[in-house]
């Protein structure tokens, strides 16, 4: 079963409730972990133009979601902001979408704006790679429980078959010392 993406979902031809219920149950921690391919790689895969459509989906219907919506020129500004940003390219459609959802969850403070949304989109990804930092940790903590416990039932001590051999090459064969004076 292929993954649902943003992109393959065609938001464009999705309803926002549709949109919702596909994606609201997305985390910082699950979208890592699911690998979400970032902007950046879905630009070369798929070309801007796909991308920044997408982009500009979200940013509409995030927009349409207050008072005051984002004119297109603003939506237009976001979507140059997040496609041009080295930082913010390595977003994936769906950090795009979580950070945007957060926005809206916890704005409580007045009309929305490019600043507004792009700090959104700074911290997210702030925390996105807090996330992949702890996961990263995580991972490597228990590869090396895993590492200890298998050294721990093997003896990293050498076997007498080893220093026998050991012995053979430094002192010479059948155990004979050299003449140091030679």
């Not at 916890?106 to 992949?132: C, F, P, W």
């Not at 007498?160 to 064969?173: D, H, P, V």
């Amino acid at each position: 079963m292929t993954q649902l993406t943003i992109l393959t979902a065609q938001i464009d031809q999705l309803s926002k409730k549709e949109i919702i219920q596909a994606f609201s149950s997305l985390t910082p921690s699950k979208i890592v972990k699911a690998g979400y391919p970032s902007v950046s790689v879905l630009s070369r895969q798929y070309g801007p133009a796909k991308i920044e459509r997408s982009l500009s989906v979200l940013f509409s219907d995030f927009g349409n979601s207050f008072d005051k919506p984002l004119k297109p020129v603003q939506v237009e500004e976001l979507t140059a902001e997040l496609t041009s940003d080295y930082m913010m390219r390595s977003l994936s459609l769906e950090d795009v979408y979580y950070a945007l959802r957060e926005l809206k969850i916890n704005n409580q403070y007045g009309a929305i704006s490019i600043n507004k949304v792009l700090k959104s989109l700074r911290d997210h990804n702030a925390v996105r790679m807090e996330t992949v930092q702890r996961l990263n940790e995580s991972k490597h903590a228990s590869g090396k429980y895993l590492h200890a416990e298998r050294s721990s039932e093997q003896s990293n001590a050498p076997t007498n078959e080893q220093l026998k051999g050991f012995k053979e090459i430094y002192y010479g064969t059948n155990n004979k010392t050299t003449n140091k004076g030679s």
